[in-house]
């Protein structure tokens, strides 16, 4: 059982939108912090949202501030990134991160 999987990625023109899902299981995901973070070929991974256990408290990479929203469901395990105004720049594989564990990714194309 992999503890975190993603889902939702894809190609996506300039200005688009995309909702990225992160399946949580295994351990008790609404004790922990949550993350996503995103890695561009030949860069390394960064830090782009977090949210508290609660869900109170979020912060966000600045690049991403305003466009970017991070949500989570503690009654479903899930967790959400949607994207909005999406810009070349923000192609990458988005990870899922918490409780120690990391998901396997997936691809977010930008592109016309």
């Known amino acids: 059982q992999v503890p975190l999987v993603e889902s939702g990625g894809g190609l996506v023109q300039p200005g688009g939108s995309l909702r990225l899902s992160c399946a949580a299981s295994?351990?008790?995901?609404?004790?922990?912090?949550m993350s996503w973070y995103r890695q561009a070929p030949g860069q390394e991974r960064e830090f782009v949202a977090g949210m508290s256990s609660s869900g109170g408290a979020t912060n966000y990479a600045d690049s991403v501030k305003g466009r970017f929203t991070i949500s989570r469901d503690n009654a479903k395990n899930m967790l959400y990134l949607q994207m909005n105004s999406l810009k070349s720049e923000d192609a990458a594989v988005y990870y899922c991160?918490?409780?120690?564990?990391w998901g396997q990714g997936t691809q977010v194309t930008v592109s016309s």
């Open positions: 295994g351990f008790t995901f609404k004790m922990y912090y």
């Open positions: 991160r918490g409780a120690a564990f």
